[in-house]
């Protein structure tokens, strides 16, 4: 029996092992093996997964419809210190049974914030403390915190990007103690999402200067975190919108050019969220693919989104097919730089045992596990490779080589054009490539 608090609430579970996929006991991985080795690295390197604290053990089920359908145990406590320590047992009684090495967390997840910025900042550090003891009694360590600077009206405006002074100053104040905390407790990264970082309309916004005051602030926040010893990686976490209409880290390109812009690219990297990515019209591979030829995909939250609603519904994975496409790019970027997967997912509405939060992680890890392997084989075992490098194998000598190494004119380019004449039509072998993955999956 696990348990690392004076109370177990998840009683009658016992740590999740994994048993295979004939297995047919609901409480038990079918395919992810932390000790299995796949591409040089066992699936628990790979992976790293982490367990979201705000979704996991912060979240009750409301909707904009209707109150919460949750009662966790850990929620009854009146005393605000009192209510963080106990879901902070809960917390690390469930990571600890699922055998996870990794949580993350927004400030106020750990703790509810105080009436000022001292009574806020003497919580977090009380917090802390405690979790720092149960981080060494338990081996669990932090992947990355962050700081929730949209919740609080007083955000309503933005927080970087906030017209006014005094509100970006306070969101300072915010981020420093959040930055604290995360050092405390030996995180390996620090994330930035900008919920509020954007605009609703253009009538009364001056984009320039505030993106200009955004470069600022997340250049203040990287020096002070290094003064003070912190070696991590700074994330970005793009998303396009919702709550604002138009947020200004829309996606892995626009963070991009953000970044290089204002001379941050050798300290941050992204945290590139699935149905971040679904929101912005474009797929998971996608984002991967662009933050890797930039030597940025940091870290994933790994969720989805559900294709009959547009907004973030925040689903635990369940799509083998499009987590191997994904997993394809990630296993030919060399994985993850400083992140991990961090399940991003919260259970139904509906879902109210106490197990179906183990369910729910099962199911994830387990889309995971099977979607690499599934990539492995088909990087090894299949035409994969060859079909894609043959598609353009006419930059590989010849012109197309001189090409790439900048050898040509566009005076030369004309020349070829003309001496080559008409040119039919190559296959893209769409279909082929589909079949493939098909077939492995």
């Given amino acids: 029996m696990i348990t690392l608090g004076n109370k177990e609430y998840f009683k009658g579970i016992n740590q999740i092992k994994f048993e295979g996929s004939t297995s047919k006991n609901p409480l038990a991985f079918k395919f992810y093996n932390p000790d299995q080795l796949v591409a040089g690295k066992n699936m628990r390197e790979h992976f790293k997964f982490s367990v979201a604290y705000w979704h996991s053990f912060c979240g009750q089920g409301a909707d904009p419809f209707g109150a919460g359908t949750q009662n966790f145990e850990w929620d009854q406590a009146t ?12 917390a ?20 509810a914030e105080g009436a000022s910025i001292q009574e806020s900042e003497d919580r977090l550090k009380e917090i802390v403390a405690y979790l720092k003891q149960k981080q060494a009694t338990s081996g669990v360590k932090l992947l990355w915190g962050t700081s929730n600077c949209f919740s609080n009206p007083r955000y309503m405006n933005g927080a ?21 905390a995360t050092m405390e407790l030996n ?8 919920g509020r970082e954007g605009y609703m309309s253009l009538l009364n916004t001056d984009m320039g200067r505030e993106l200009d005051h955004m470069g600022q602030f997340l250049k203040s926040a990287k020096d002070y975190a ?9 994330f970005i976490e793009p998303k396009p919108m919702e709550p604002t209409k138009h947020q200004y880290d829309f996606d892995a390109a626009t963070v991009i050019g953000f970044l290089n812009k204002h001379d941050l690219q050798n300290d941050f990297k992204l945290n590139l969220e699935v149905n971040h990515a679904t929101l912005a019209n474009h797929t998971m591979q996608h984002e991967m693919d662009v933050a890797a030829q930039a030597g940025m995909l940091g870290s994933i939250d790994a969720n989805r989104g ?33 992140g991990g997967i961090n399940f991003d997912a919260k259970i139904r509405r509906n879902s109210t045992d106490m197990e179906d939060l183990f369910l729910a992680h099962i199911g994830g890890a387990d889309t995971f596990a099977r979607a690499l392997l599934a990539a492995d084989r088909i990087i090894n075992e299949s035409d994969y490779r060859l079909l894609r490098n043959k598609r353009y194998s006419s930059f590989d000598s010849g012109n197309g080589k001189a090409f790439e190494n900048g050898q040509l004119s566009f005076e030369d380019l004309y020349d070829i054009a003309h001496k080559n004449g008409e040119l039919a039509t190559t296959s893209g072998k769409q279909e082929l490539f589909e079949n493939i ?4 999956v």
């Fill in 79 to 90: 005393d605000p210190l009192q209510a963080a320590k106990d879901k902070a047992d809960a």
């Fill in 92 to 111: 690390f009684e469930f990571i600890t049974k699922m055998g996870f090495e990794y949580y993350c967390f927004h400030d106020f997840d750990l703790v």
């Fill in 160 to 180: 970087a990007t906030n017209p006014d002074f005094n509100v970006l100053a306070r969101a300072a104040a915010q981020v420093k103690c959040a930055l604290d």
């Fill in 187 to 194: 995180g390996e990264n620090y994330v930035f999402w900008g």
């Fill in 226 to 234: 290094r003064k003070q010893g912190f070696k991590g990686n700074f």
């Fill in 306 to 338: 559900d294709y009959q609603n547009g907004w973030d519904t925040d689903q635990f994975p369940n799509n083998v097919l499009e987590t191997t496409e994904a997993m394809l790019v990630f296993l030919k970027a060399g994985g993850l730089q400083g």
């Fill in 437 to 440: 993955l098909g077939q492995f």
